[in-house]
């Protein structure tokens, strides 16, 4: 993959212009200042170090005089559009993908069981962040995203998107979800840095991001291991950088802005390398990811067939319409999952092993919230700030059972009063009153309770809109 040629540039800007407009006037943006690098330095606490050794948690204490020379540092970065050579310099972690099997002989993972994470130097993470969120960066930003696009945007809430494609489905359309096979890893950066200039970033500022994606070096690390010599690589995009995800949105922006001027489509949503959209018919669904996949084609990425899913939430109907139009009988499915949440809006069905898992990683965050050296209503409200939303996340058709939810509350509710722990008697009930699930007892996180403080009554808003979602499935099913 690293070793590729990559897509044909060739008549890139005859194709950017079709597509884009003439190309824009180059921006001047405001250089980032030691305020905002430290600013974002805060964000930092916790985060892996790179190769170069600094750690979150060291450059959270760096002084404000260091980031001024910092600041100015990454000004000549910029003025000159390129970076030093240590920047460059990266780990690649390992993470295994969820429910991929071992083998049996030794426990080994195959290495496309793996999730590949680039760990680019902290100063560099934290000057991207901090660009990015410049107010001139964030203004040149807004001028292009389109509404259908939810990675890489601030105050974007992708399970809205998520729930607007719901909504479709209850309305008789038909849906159909696509994935890219390592998408950063497909994903030129030099395709990226053209469209950056043409929509107007400053030369300088795409010069210096492109030096360090051409001039990666990485250091393979697993288990504990690393390799020797460290893997050039200069044609993926780093898994871990912030712009990187900005690149997958203006590489993909070609596509998008082409593919919905036709007439196939009414609802589209991207996140990263997910797409997924709505269509009146069978027909149309079926034509538009023709489309998509004759652009991914001419873009260089790689489609992973066995995440292409067609639905309609009439599976006699799906079978029977999608294969009028030559969708694979594997493809249409009775329940695909989009960002996690799985699109089955019928009722009784039965609940999957990943649903179920997401209640497990919840109750086991509550348990570790319990032996915090906290008092009581600290703990008990940070399990609840933590363990809660990752319950809830994806429960948009079908909410858990009160017996299924018990686990999540009894957890939450034991990292209150605990004698072990020294403190005083305490109501239970009253310190419950900080726990919410729809059938419960408890009404702090519907926002019933008159000084609930924040963020929970968000929270409260957004389930109670997935509820109302749901509900609405429930009709158009029966």
Same mark, same amino acid.
């Given at each position: 993959?690293?070793?590729?040629?990559?897509?044909?540039?060739?008549?890139?800007?005859?194709?950017?212009?079709?597509?884009?407009?003439?190309?824009?006037?180059?921006?001047?943006?405001?250089?980032?200042?030691?305020?905002?690098?430290?600013?974002?330095?805060?964000?930092?606490?916790?985060?892996?170090?790179?190769?170069?050794?600094?750690?979150?948690?060291?450059?959270?204490?760096?002084?404000?005089?260091?980031?001024?020379?910092?600041?100015?540092?990454?000004?000549?970065?910029?003025?000159?559009?390129?970076?030093?050579?240590?920047?460059?310099?990266?780990?690649?972690?390992?993470?295994?993908?969820?429910?991929?099997?071992?083998?049996?002989?030794?426990?080994?993972?195959?290495?496309?069981?793996?999730?590949?994470?680039?760990?680019?130097?902290?100063?560099?993470?934290?000057?991207?962040?901090?660009?990015?969120?410049?107010?001139?960066?964030?203004?040149?930003?807004?001028?292009?995203?389109?509404?259908?696009?939810?990675?890489?945007?601030?105050?974007?809430?992708?399970?809205?998107?998520?729930?607007?494609?719901?909504?479709?489905?209850?309305?008789?359309?038909?849906?159909?979800?696509?994935?890219?096979?390592?998408?950063?890893?497909?994903?030129?950066?030099? @395709? /990226?840095? =053209?469209? $950056?200039?043409?929509? %107007?970033? +400053?030369?300088? !500022?795409? *010069?210096?991001?492109?030096?360090?994606?051409?001039?990666?070096?990485?250091?393979?690390?697993?288990?504990?291991?690393?390799?020797?010599?460290?893997?050039?690589?200069?044609?993926?995009?780093?898994?871990?950088?912030?712009?990187?995800?900005?690149?997958?949105?203006?590489?993909?922006?070609?596509?998008?802005?082409?593919?919905?001027?036709?007439?196939?489509?009414?609802?589209?949503?991207?996140?990263?390398?997910?797409?997924?959209?709505?269509?009146?018919?069978?027909?149309?669904?079926?034509?538009?990811?023709?489309?998509?996949?004759?652009?991914?084609?001419?873009?260089?990425?790689?489609?992973?067939?066995?995440?292409?899913?067609?639905?309609?939430?009439?599976?006699? @109907? /799906?079978? =029977?319409? $999608?294969?009028?139009? %030559?969708? +694979?009988?594997? !493809?249409? *499915?009775?329940?695909?999952?989009?960002?996690?949440?799985?699109?089955?809006?019928?009722?009784?069905?039965?609940?999957?092993?990943?649903?179920?898992?997401?209640?497990?990683?919840?109750?086991?965050?509550?348990?570790?919230?319990?032996?915090?050296?906290?008092?009581?209503?600290?703990?008990?409200?940070?399990?609840?700030?933590?363990?809660?939303?990752?319950?809830?996340?994806?429960?948009?058709?079908?909410?858990?059972?009160?017996?299924?939810?018990?686990?999540?509350?009894?957890?939450?509710?034991?990292?209150?009063?605990?004698?072990?722990?020294?403190?005083?008697?305490?109501?239970?009930?009253?310190?419950?009153?900080?726990?919410?699930?729809?059938?419960?007892?408890?009404?702090?996180?519907?926002?019933?309770?008159?000084?609930?403080?924040?963020?929970?009554?968000?929270?409260?808003?957004?389930?109670?809109?997935?509820?109302?979602?749901?509900?609405?499935?429930?009709?158009?099913?029966?």
């Amino acid at each position: 993959m690293w070793h590729r040629s990559g897509p044909d540039l060739g008549n890139l800007h005859q194709l950017l212009d079709k597509v884009l407009g003439p190309k824009r006037k180059q921006q001047k943006w405001a250089h980032v200042s030691a305020s905002e690098l430290a600013k974002e330095a805060k964000k930092q606490a916790g985060a892996a170090a790179s190769v170069d050794g600094w750690s979150g948690d060291e450059v959270v204490s760096f002084s404000i005089e260091m980031w001024e020379a910092i600041a100015a540092m990454f000004r000549d970065c910029e003025r000159l559009g390129l970076a030093p050579e240590d920047l460059a310099n990266a780990r690649q972690a390992h993470i295994p993908k969820e429910g991929k099997d071992v083998r049996e002989t030794d426990g080994a993972l195959h290495a496309a069981a793996m999730r590949p994470i680039t760990v680019l130097s902290a100063l560099w993470r934290v000057w991207g962040r901090a660009r990015l969120r410049n107010c001139d960066t964030a203004e040149w930003l807004e001028s292009w995203l389109q509404p259908e696009i939810c990675g890489g945007r601030r105050d974007v809430d992708a399970l809205s998107s998520v729930i607007q494609l719901l909504e479709a489905a209850c309305d008789n359309k038909f849906i159909a979800t696509f994935d890219y096979s390592l998408a950063f890893g497909f994903t030129s950066p030099k @395709l /990226a840095a =053209e469209i $950056f200039e043409w929509l %107007g970033v +400053p030369i300088g !500022t795409a *010069s210096l991001i492109l030096s360090v994606w051409e001039s990666q070096r990485r250091v393979l690390q697993y288990a504990g291991e690393a390799n020797t010599n460290p893997e050039e690589v200069k044609t993926s995009l780093p898994q871990g950088d912030p712009w990187s995800l900005i690149a997958m949105a203006v590489v993909l922006l070609l596509p998008l802005l082409d593919l919905r001027r036709g007439p196939e489509t009414t609802d589209i949503m991207l996140y990263v390398g997910d797409r997924a959209w709505a269509s009146t018919n069978a027909s149309d669904c079926m034509n538009f990811g023709r489309k998509w996949k004759d652009w991914s084609s001419r873009l260089g990425l790689k489609e992973n067939e066995a995440k292409e899913k067609y639905y309609h939430q009439n599976y006699a @109907l /799906a079978l =029977e319409e $999608f294969a009028k139009v %030559g969708a +694979p009988p594997k !493809t249409i *499915s009775g329940a695909p999952a989009l960002l996690g949440v799985e699109l089955a809006p019928e009722t009784g069905r039965p609940f999957t092993d990943k649903e179920k898992k997401k209640l497990d990683q919840a109750a086991l965050v509550a348990r570790k919230a319990r032996s915090l050296p906290l008092p009581a209503s600290r703990r008990l409200r940070i399990a609840a700030a933590k363990a809660v939303p990752k319950a809830a996340y994806g429960w948009l058709c079908e909410a858990p059972t009160e017996q299924m939810f018990a686990k999540v509350e009894d957890a939450i509710a034991r990292a209150g009063p605990n004698p072990a722990m020294g403190d005083r008697d305490c109501s239970a009930d009253t310190l419950l009153l900080h726990i919410s699930w729809p059938g419960s007892k408890f009404s702090w996180l519907r926002g019933e309770e008159p000084n609930a403080p924040k963020p929970f009554p968000v929270f409260g808003a957004t389930l109670a809109g997935f509820i109302r979602c749901a509900l609405s499935c429930r009709k158009s099913v029966a």
